[in-house]
């Protein structure tokens, strides 16, 4: 389990340091291509927090779930938006925001720690149950790539050399490395603490499904955007009865 877990969080890692490396490579890229990423992986984050990590919270701890998604939650918007301040998952799309080296080194660091949250989300839904952890890396993967367009998109906006944004990338490939590495200390500790873990990761991801991606997504003005985020409902779906059937 320790190395499929391990695995999950090098390929998710490596979406994110592709996505900064095509940025490199290349010095545009559609933002099409993004936001059709980004609403495939809110709805079907939203779906599989909504159906299957809240109902498992609750089933494992009772009322006191509550408290650790909610936790989950504010933990994420703690960091994202009042010790960094200001961030759009997008950031690179808002131009007026983006004249200062200060502000990419702010919107890095918020999607340092969402990228943190994400390898803990897998890890701890892999250790609850395997086939919920399969979904929420599903989930985390969809997300991925964009993000490293994001981050590197970010820090060459703000003039940073693009060395500096292809390093910016790595290290938040590093930062879900962190995450998965993470839940590994509570092994040592009974099922109940590795459920509360579990309920934190759920409120955590809400938080990238509903509050990270879904603002974005609304700042679109192809139509075409928010059918797909009924598409990626779908999709976990798809995948949820895929995995039940085996």
Same mark, same amino acid.
């Given at each position: 389990?320790?190395?499929?877990?391990?695995?999950?969080?090098? %390929?998710?890692?490596?979406?994110? %340091?592709?996505?900064?490396?095509?940025?490199?490579?290349?010095?545009?890229?559609?933002?099409?291509?993004?936001?059709?990423?980004?609403?495939?992986?809110?709805?079907?984050?939203?779906?599989?927090?909504?159906?299957?990590?809240?109902?498992?919270?609750?089933?494992?701890?009772?009322?006191?779930?509550?408290?650790?998604?909610?936790?989950?939650?504010?933990?994420?918007?703690?960091?994202?938006?009042?010790?960094?301040?200001?961030?759009?998952?997008?950031?690179?799309?808002?131009?007026?925001?983006?004249?200062?080296?200060?502000?990419?080194?702010?919107?890095?660091?918020?999607?340092?720690?969402?990228?943190?949250?994400?390898?803990?989300? %897998?890890?701890?839904?892999?250790?609850?149950?395997?086939?919920?952890?399969?979904?929420?890396?599903?989930?985390?993967?969809?997300?991925?790539?964009?993000?490293?367009?994001?981050?590197?998109?970010?820090?060459?906006? #703000?003039?940073?050399?693009?060395?500096?944004?292809?390093?910016?990338?790595?290290?938040?490939?590093?930062?879900?490395?962190?995450?998965?590495?993470?839940?590994?200390?509570?092994?040592?500790?009974? #099922?109940?603490?590795?459920?509360?873990?579990?309920?934190?990761?759920?409120?955590?991801?809400?938080?990238?499904?509903?509050?990270?991606? %879904?603002?974005?997504?609304?700042?679109?003005?192809?139509?075409?955007?928010?059918?797909?985020?009924?598409?990626?409902?779908?999709?976990?779906?798809?995948?949820?009865?895929?995995?039940?059937?085996?």
């Amino acid at each position: 389990m320790t190395g499929t877990i391990i695995l999950l969080g090098v %390929i998710a890692a490596a979406a994110e %340091i592709l996505g900064g490396a095509l940025v490199i490579l290349r010095k545009s890229w559609p933002r099409t291509v993004q936001e059709y990423l980004l609403a495939l992986s809110a709805g079907f984050l939203l779906a599989l927090v909504l159906l299957e990590m809240v109902p498992e919270s609750i089933a494992a701890l009772g009322h006191e779930a509550a408290l650790f998604l909610l936790g989950g939650y504010a933990t994420l918007h703690f960091f994202e938006h009042t010790v960094v301040g200001h961030l759009h998952f997008g950031e690179e799309t808002h131009r007026e925001v983006m004249l200062s080296k200060v502000a990419s080194l702010s919107t890095f660091t918020g999607l340092f720690v969402h990228a943190f949250f994400d390898g803990f989300a %897998i890890s701890a839904a892999m250790q609850y149950d395997p086939s919920l952890g399969l979904l929420v890396f599903l989930a985390v993967l969809l997300h991925k790539f964009p993000e490293g367009l994001t981050t590197a998109t970010v820090m060459i906006a #703000a003039d940073h050399p693009r060395r500096t944004a292809f390093i910016a990338s790595g290290a938040i490939g590093l930062a879900t490395m962190l995450g998965i590495l993470s839940v590994f200390l509570l092994q040592t500790v009974d #099922a109940q603490v590795l459920g509360r873990a579990f309920a934190f990761a759920g409120g955590a991801a809400l938080y990238v499904g509903a509050s990270d991606l %879904i603002p974005e997504i609304n700042h679109s003005r192809n139509r075409i955007i928010p059918v797909l985020v009924f598409a990626g409902m779908l999709l976990f779906a798809a995948a949820q009865a895929l995995l039940h059937a085996h």
